[in-house]
């Protein structure tokens, strides 16, 4: 994972509690043989994927199933995107 506090400009000021969260891995694809990179039809169908899953966790109100998994995946250092929320210390 890559620590936030290597890389942001207030880095020494960034309060060590932090929470941090992240999206769906679209990495995950690769790793099950599913290779999107430049082959559209196999990113499109990974895309749609992804779409119904999180959709399934909004129907199915596994909102907190969800916040889990989608920590473990910030802390593992996967996601398209990552929230880091933190306090800076004066």
């Known amino acids: 994972m890559i620590d936030i506090k290597d890389r942001h400009p207030y880095k020494e000021s960034i309060n060590k509690n932090q929470y941090t969260v992240t999206d769906f891995p679209m990495e995950i694809f690769p790793l099950m043989g599913e290779n999107y990179i430049g082959h559209p039809e196999i990113g499109r169908n990974a895309h749609l994927k992804r779409v119904r899953f999180g959709k399934y966790l909004r129907e199915t109100k596994s909102?907190?199933?969800?916040n889990i998994l989608f920590q473990f995946f910030a802390e593992a250092g996967v996601g398209r995107d990552m929230h880091i929320i933190a306090t800076i210390e004066q």
């Open 63 to 66: 909102e907190e199933f969800k």
